[in-house]
């Protein structure tokens, strides 16, 4: 089945110490999202791949840096993680062409949850 | 993107009950899509609209959006244990990723 997949689900990573979260897609969707999403708040956006182009949102820390080396596959890479960085951190693929609907569903993965100590 | 308010943030029902979530804006949306997020899981698209005065129904779940595309609902009737979650509207997408409402926690009382 055509899917959003995340590795790992759960990552502990102390103070400071760089963590890299994976995201992959069978989807072929050319846009690959990253949400970060707090207990009981709504998901965020961090930054979007559009094929090979990134889009960082204006309010995104430079601490969180991503990359998309090809359709399939994006990281999310925290170069040194806060207290305030614990988080669900989710990954979505959506499709957007050159002609047809503006906008399309996302398809979210199953999140991987960054607990720092 | 701009922000879209979402009321209540908390609903508690008794199972059978309606239930109603609305999201406003305070300018014109091109398109309104709704989530729905089970406890530890993550967001599942519902539906998208576009189209000023749009209803579109799912079953027991019903989506308006508003005649002057600022306002969106979604309404379920007689409510089961099984429409437990947070219910998002959202902004956007595309290429330009999606703005979040603050979502409407959904509490069913057997």
């Known amino acids: 089945d055509a899917m959003v997949i995340q590795n790992p689900r759960y990552q502990v990573t102390q103070f400071g110490k760089p963590v890299t979260l994976s995201c992959s897609q069978t989807l072929n969707h050319n846009v690959m999202y990253w949400y970060q999403q707090k207990s009981s708040q709504a998901p965020k956006l961090l930054f979007h791949y559009y094929d090979k182009d990134f889009n960082n949102e204006a309010d995104t820390p430079d601490n969180f840096q991503s990359r998309r080396p090809n359709t399939s596959f994006c990281f999310l890479d925290i170069r040194s993680p806060g207290l305030g960085d614990a988080a669900m951190y989710l990954c979505a693929t959506s499709r957007k062409g050159t002609s047809g609907p503006a906008y399309n569903e996302q398809f979210f993965g199953p999140g991987t949850r960054l607990t720092v100590l | 993107g701009q922000q879209v308010m979402q009321i209540p943030q908390y609903q508690h029902v008794q199972e059978g009950e309606d239930f109603t979530t609305y999201c406003n804006s305070s300018?014109?949306?091109?398109?309104i899509q709704w989530y729905k997020q089970r406890p530890g899981g993550h967001p599942v698209f519902l539906i998208q609209?576009?189209?000023?005065?749009e209803v579109k129904k799912q079953k027991r779940l019903t989506f308006q959006f508003g005649e002057a595309k600022k306002n969106s609902s979604l309404h379920i009737t007689a409510t089961q244990t099984t429409d437990v979650g947070t219910y998002f509207c959202?902004?956007?997408?595309?290429?330009?990723?999606?703005?979040f409402g603050k979502g409407t926690h959904l509490i069913i009382q057997p």
């Open positions: 959202a902004r956007g997408g595309g290429a330009d990723g999606l703005t």
């Open positions: 300018t014109t949306l091109s398109n």
């Open positions: 609209l576009v189209k000023s005065g």
